[in-house]
């Protein structure tokens, strides 16, 4: 069965740097992209950035230049480098992966359970 795991989040002082793991564990067969979304109280769910298969990478204009996304080199570890954070950073975040678990299947969105990230002095 596949599960995506995260962590590494918490509480941090506005400016400070944190750095988020997804540990996707379970046989499969492709990933074609993996991203981390956040969701802030009353708000939706939004992008923060996403990285394909072939190491393409997209950021959120709102946090272009702050946040890193990565991957190990198994490509079965995502992270997501924060740094100069900002309260407005404040909310759960989320690792995604579009995955075929195996070759003759469609791909599938899987989600973590969400970690807290929380700004604030």
């Known amino acids: 069965q596949v599960r995506l795991v995260e962590s590494g989040g918490g509480l941090v002082q506005p400016g400070g740097s944190l750095k988020l793991s997804c540990a996707i564990s379970?046989?499969?067969?492709?990933?074609?992209?993996m991203g981390w979304y956040r969701q802030a109280p009353e708000k939706q769910r939004e992008l923060v950035a996403i990285?394909?298969?072939?190491?393409?990478?997209n950021y959120a204009d709102s946090v272009k230049g702050r946040f890193t996304i990565s991957t190990d080199n198994a490509k079965n570890t995502l992270f997501l480098h924060m740094n100069s954070l900002k309260p407005e950073d404040t909310a759960v975040y989320f690792c995604?992966?579009?995955?075929?678990?195996?070759?003759?299947?469609?791909?599938?969105?899987?989600w973590g359970q969400g970690t807290q990230v929380t700004v604030s002095s």
């Open positions: 995604s992966a579009k995955l075929r678990i195996r070759a003759y299947q469609r791909d599938t969105d899987y």
């Open positions: 379970g046989s499969i067969f492709s990933a074609s992209a």
């Open positions: 990285i394909t298969s072939g190491d393409t990478k």
